[in-house]
């Protein structure tokens, strides 16, 4: 628990700081723009001012400077300093009432809501506080535990504003002689050796010379916040597709992007061919590309098989049945692996549908589908996964990309299938 009253005996006096005199302290050193790790010599010194001022030795001190003897008050302040700082009831009070924060304890701490909520009261709402607490549960009061990919982005902003006081620098080994003979001081700093050097440089390193992003348009913009910072100075090479974006809110993953990349010049290479999908399935992510991304052209397909996506809709039947089916029709008709993608609330569901048809067959949420490809897909229920979140048509559009040979589209009652089977949303 943080101390609210501190006690300390200088100078032959018994001084006292109470709660809402160490508050007032608190608040001015967090004044400094210093991140709050850096920040505790200035609190440190804001507590000995303070304690200075009730010491009564303040005024004597003042008489000599008036007098003209500067050097007599500094020398009196300065015993004061060396006095309290000694103290063992002081250090511990400084130890404990501003201790040295980690990034893996704010994060734990981040798990009880209540706290959460006054921290973040400006910028979360308390049902998104509720769940950004509880997600968190999984890390452990000391902070460790499994972290998400998010995660490291929310440890690398909280170092940023914690700050890391600095290390002092190990000495050399010494023989337990030499402290008692007191070579010691004599003897000198040991080198460190090219590989400490290197693995020392390797963990300091922020900065790189150039940065390569990948699959950038799924980047949050904390995580654009992060890797700005590593390549401030840096040549970049951004890759990404902005119709295959599960980010929610594009543009406001642009603007952390343009401000991690700021003012450098910028040159824009579009690809214009599409070499996964044959023509036949290509036409048919177009229109959903249309949906979600108004005025973006589709790349063009090289080359075409003349098979047509295959549309099943399930009537008054076991949805599972039907997507089993369809999965081991596929098996019949391709010799490489079959990719059955359904709505990410669906996954556990789909792997028992489809359990006992061999490893050639892997069920997926429509999210983990990005970036992997399949030899056939079938895509379940299109207007589940295009409700199940506001990149929904976005993550559909990647879902019926997956497929470079045959694909087939199975809908439920959700999807208003036409008497060909066909949903909605993939009608002309």
Known sequence: ATPTRLRVVALGRR?????????????????????VNLLRPRARKLLLDALWAKSGAAARAGEYVAKGDAE?????????????????????FLDAWWPELTARGVLAAMADERRLGRWARRILNPNETRKVARSLRRVGPDGTGPLSVHDVAILDELEQLLGSPPRQRKRRDLDPLDQLTGLEELM????????????????ERTEYAHVIVDEAQDLTPMQWRMVGRRGRHA???VVGDAAQSSWSDPDEAAEARDEALGNRPRRHFTLTVNYRNPAEIAALAAKVLALAMPGMESPAAVRSTGVEPRFSAVRDGDLAQVVREEAARL???????????????????????????????????????????????VVVSPAEIA???????RVLYVALTRATQQLTVVSADRDDPDGRGVPDLLRD
């Open 331 to 377: 098996l019949a008709r391709v010799d490489g692996t079959i990719g059955v993608v359904v709505a990410m609330g669906r996954r556990e569901q789909a792997a028992r549908w489809l359990a006992g048809l061999g490893d050639r067959v892997v069920a997926l949420g429509s999210l983990e589908a990005k970036g992997l490809e399949y030899d056939a897909t």
């Open 15 to 35: 001084l006292e700081l109470e709660s809402d005199e160490l508050h007032r302290i608190r608040q001015s050193a967090l004044g400094g723009a210093a991140p």
């Open 188 to 203: 000198p700093q040991r080198e460190e050796s090219q590989r400490e050097r290197a693995e020392r440089l390797a963990a």
């Open 235 to 237: 040549t970049w090479t």
């Open 72 to 92: 007599l008050a500094a020398e009196l302040r300065g015993g004061f300093d060396d006095d309290v700082t000694t103290e063992d009831s002081f250090i511990e």
């Open 387 to 393: 409700d199940e979140s506001p990149a929904g048509l």
